[in-house]
Nanobody, 119 residues
């Protein structure tokens, strides 16, 4: 089970830190991905991490993924937010432990948390 939180309304240029609490399996055995879906658009990958060694895929330098295995929590720090970052942000779990960039490679999904960036 995954529980995402931390979204809200922010101004352009501000920062937000999202959290994803994982229950049911040790986080160190899993890979976690953050995805987002804007209104009318497909769900897209934001970042992902392999928790047993911290190896991560972070294509946008404004966004940083990290994990705290002791707390079973994965974070997404988002800086210098822009209106086009407005979306529902989802965390997803991959049982294999290796991160993947395609959403269909993830086994379980959280409920999402809305981030709205105003200009």
């Amino acid at each position: 089970q995954l529980q995402a939180s931390g979204g809200g309304l922010v101004q352009a240029g501000e920062s937000v830190k999202l959290s994803c609490v994982v229950s049911g399996s040790p986080l160190a055995d899993l890979a976690i991905g953050w995805f987002r879906q804007a209104p009318g658009k497909d769900r897209e990958r934001v970042s992902c991490i392999k928790n047993n060694d911290g190896d991560s895929h972070q294509p946008d330098s404004r966004f940083t993924i990290s994990s705290d295995n002791a707390k079973d929590t994965v974070y997404l720090q988002m800086n210098d937010l822009k209106p086009e970052d407005t979306a529902v942000y989802y965390c997803a779990l991959r049982l294999s432990g290796f991160y993947a960039t395609r959403r269909d490679e993830y086994n379980y999904w959280g409920q999402g948390t809305l981030v709205t960036v105003s200009s």
